[in-house]
């Protein structure tokens, strides 16, 4: 079974940084791993939907971020380590969400959440303006 565990939120000020990992064990009942999935970050703020942040496709390492990230946040993955990372610089208070990592084997690279079948428990990342 696949499981994916975040780490690296916490609290930082306004303008400040963070870089996220989510760390991935285990793989699908055909073998598949880490290297072989399509790979995102979502997040949720209190009272709002989950939202699509950023995603890296498992062939060629294409990326894709959402329009209020686009210039500060970077996704990468270091497939030796079986690990994703989500570089956050000028982080703002509309920031503040958990933040999700998520594995999917049926698309190359997707924005699109139903699209993900593993998800990790979700790391905190607060933003104090």
């Known amino acids: 079974q696949v499981q994916l565990v975040e780490s690296g939120g916490g609290l930082v000020q306004a303008g400040g940084s963070l870089r996220l990992s989510c760390g991935a064990s285990?793989?699908?009942?055909?073998?598949?791993?880490?290297?072989?999935?399509?790979m995102a970050w979502f997040r949720q703020a209190p009272g709002k939907e989950r939202e699509f942040v950023a995603a890296?496709?498992?062939?060629?390492?294409?990326?894709e971020y959402a329009d209020s990230v686009k210039g500060r946040f970077t996704i990468s993955r270091d497939n030796a380590k079986n690990t994703l990372y989500l570089q956050m610089n000028s982080l703002k208070a509309e920031d503040t969400a958990v933040y999700y990592c998520?594995?999917?084997?049926?698309?190359?690279?997707?924005?699109?959440?139903?699209?993900?079948?593993?998800w990790g428990p979700g790391t905190q990342v607060t933003v104090s303006s």
């Open positions: 285990g793989r699908t009942v055909s073998g598949r791993t880490f290297s072989s999935y399509a």
């Open positions: 998520a594995a999917s084997t049926v698309v190359i690279r997707s924005s699109r959440s139903d699209e993900y079948e593993y």
């Open positions: 890296i496709s498992w062939i060629g390492g294409s990326t």
